[in-house]
């Protein structure tokens, strides 16, 4: 696995987490990260972010260690970016490499995801 350089260069001497290069970036593996009810919902907060923000930002009614395994399985499918600011865990979604690799996909997810979710709100 390669390193993409995140939106804001780490500091120096920084730790940095293994990323798939954008050519290694598969579809079966985004659509696996993104079938989970919990990573969906990471991926459709950082969307409406339009930014970076740490896994603290991210309310999810999982434990720990389970946030930490859905955010480790996004990154390492190439559908989030994450990177050391200060002792915070950022994270960005990839929506440039994943709109190159796979057209209309994450906006399509996106808009579904929404449309999901007010249909079962109704109820």
């Given at each position: 696995m390669?390193?993409?350089?995140?939106?804001?260069?780490p500091v120096s001497g920084a730790r940095s987490l293994p990323h798939p290069g954008r050519e290694e970036?598969?579809?079966a593996q985004v659509l696996?990260?993104?079938?989970?009810?919990?990573?969906?919902?990471?991926?459709?907060?950082?969307?409406?972010a339009e930014g970076e923000l740490s896994c603290a930002d991210i309310e999810l009614p999982v434990s720990k260690s389970t946030c930490t395994h859905h955010f480790r399985v996004l990154?390492?499918?190439?559908?989030?970016q994450q990177f050391y600011r200060g002792t915070a865990k950022m994270?960005?979604?990839?929506?440039?490499?994943?709109?190159?690799?796979?057209?209309?996909?994450?906006?399509?997810?996106l808009r579904a995801a929404g449309l999901q979710e007010r249909r079962l709100g109704e109820r």
């Open positions: 390669s390193t993409d350089t995140p939106a804001a260069e970036i598969r579809l696996h990260a993104l079938a989970d009810p919990m990573r969906l919902r990471i991926v459709c907060v950082l969307a409406a990154r390492e499918h190439g559908v989030i994270n960005g979604l990839r929506r440039a490499d994943l709109e190159a690799l796979f057209p209309g996909l994450i906006d399509g997810v």
